[in-house]
């Protein structure tokens, strides 16, 4: 693999963070701006629910190299904590692919999520509908295909976080056909030519790049084909592994970073919060698309609101527990 490797500290949970908005081309990262860029974080950390916690970082907390951060955790190991990909409005047989918009705060109406954030990447359409650029899976189904695997430099896949049927999350370089059941080719390089097997997901959403592998901070933007220059806000998911198996989930937004920068912000949060490494982290959509909501004693909160609805998202629910804990 050609990924440019960071040296930077070891990670540990899923992070979900912003990133950079593409065009409708799918190949191309725009440099929206986000109301996230008035927004002004003051550090904070709030229990929504058993096992999900808001928390933010200022922009002089070392943690962020000057950007300022909101994410959401959720602890899987608690009972009716998940994580889910959310998409609707889907029509069987069009082409290319339109899905029902929402900004972050009515995805979590929607879905009944106590949090939520945005998903991949998009293309034309109005506020209303939007194309679905990437992959896209639900109910174990192949909803929208990702790009081409052939690029005028050779073949390539891009980062996809899914989910599988247990609901357990996992981040993968993988490629899907429309209308075929989701067990996806997953790839152990993005520019690797043959698949190294199939992945079979209930839930997805492609994006990318990958910013970390195994607790090593390492940015694929080259080989996927998504060279974002300059300081963009960025979206990003991450997860630790516990026993072989995803632990923490962290949903979160950026302020105008790199991506190497939102690599080290993975390796560094999970390293100094929870003092383990972050298996895998990758970028979701970013730019003007950055949003992230959450509900607090039933009011929904958006601390770097977008104004900009999206087609996908990723979201997390609590089920709600009894006195006993039951």
């Known amino acids: 693999m050609r990924a440019r490797s960071i040296a930077v500290a070891a990670v540990v949970p899923l992070l979900l963070a912003t990133s950079c908005s593409i065009?409708?081309?799918?190949?191309?990262?725009?440099?929206?701006?986000?109301?996230?860029?008035?927004?002004?974080?003051?550090?904070?950390?709030?229990?929504?629910?058993?096992?999900?916690?808001?928390?933010?970082?200022?922009?002089?907390?070392?943690?962020?190299?000057?950007?300022?951060?909101?994410?959401?955790e959720a602890d899987l190991r608690q009972r009716g904590v998940t994580i889910s990909v959310a998409s609707s409005g889907l029509r069987e047989r069009e082409s290319p692919r339109y899905g029902d918009c929402r900004t972050a705060a009515l995805w979590c109406a929607?879905?009944?999520?106590?949090?939520?954030?945005?998903?991949?990447?998009?293309?034309?359409?109005?506020?209303?509908?939007?194309?679905?650029?990437?992959?896209?899976?639900?109910?174990?189904?192949?909803?929208?295909?990702?790009?081409?695997?052939?690029?005028?430099?050779?073949?390539?896949a891009r980062?996809?976080?899914?989910?599988?049927?247990?609901?357990?999350?996992?981040?993968?370089?993988a490629t899907g056909r429309r209308g075929a059941k989701a067990d996806l080719n997953w790839y152990r390089d993005p520019e690797q030519t043959d698949p190294s097997g199939t992945w079979s997901v209930r839930e997805a959403v492609g994006c990318g790049p990958t910013?970390?592998?195994?607790?090593?901070?390492?940015?694929?933007?080259?080989?996927?084909?998504?060279?974002?220059?300059?300081?963009?806000?960025?979206?990003?998911?991450?997860?630790?592994?516990?026993?072989?198996?995803?632990?923490?989930?962290?949903?979160?937004?950026?302020?105008?970073?790199?991506?190497?920068d939102a690599a080290a912000f993975m390796a560094r949060y999970f390293e100094r919060e929870h003092?383990?490494?972050?298996?895998?982290?990758?970028?979701?959509?970013?730019?003007?698309?950055?949003?992230?909501?959450?509900?607090r004693e039933g009011n929904v909160e958006t601390p770097a609101p977008a104004f900009l609805t999206v087609p996908t998202a990723i979201v997390v629910r609590a089920r709600a527990q009894s006195a006993d804990g039951s």
Request: proline fraction near 6%; charge should be positive; charged fraction near 20%.
């Open 23 to 72: 065009g409708s081309s799918g190949d191309r990262p725009d440099r929206a701006s986000t109301s996230a860029d008035a927004a002004v974080a003051t550090r904070a950390d709030v229990n929504l629910a058993p096992g999900v916690r808001y928390r933010s970082f200022p922009a002089d907390d070392p943690i962020g190299n000057g950007s300022p951060v909101w994410l959401v």
């Open 275 to 295: 003092g383990v490494a972050c298996a895998r982290a990758m970028c979701l959509d970013g730019g003007g698309s950055s949003q992230l909501a959450y509900v």
């Open 211 to 260: 910013l970390v592998v195994s607790g090593r901070p390492t940015v694929t933007d080259r080989e996927e084909r998504l060279v974002s220059p300059g300081r963009l806000h960025r979206t990003f998911v991450g997860y630790s592994a516990s026993s072989g198996k995803p632990a923490v989930v962290v949903v979160a937004v950026g302020g105008a970073m790199e991506y190497a």
């Open 159 to 173: 980062s996809v976080f899914g989910i599988e049927k247990d609901g357990t999350p996992g981040i993968r370089w």
């Open 110 to 156: 929607a879905t009944g999520a106590v949090a939520a954030i945005n998903g991949g990447y998009f293309g034309d359409g109005d506020e209303a509908r939007k194309e679905i650029v990437g992959l896209l899976v639900g109910n174990g189904m192949v909803l929208s295909s990702g790009p081409q695997r052939r690029g005028s430099r050779g073949p390539y």
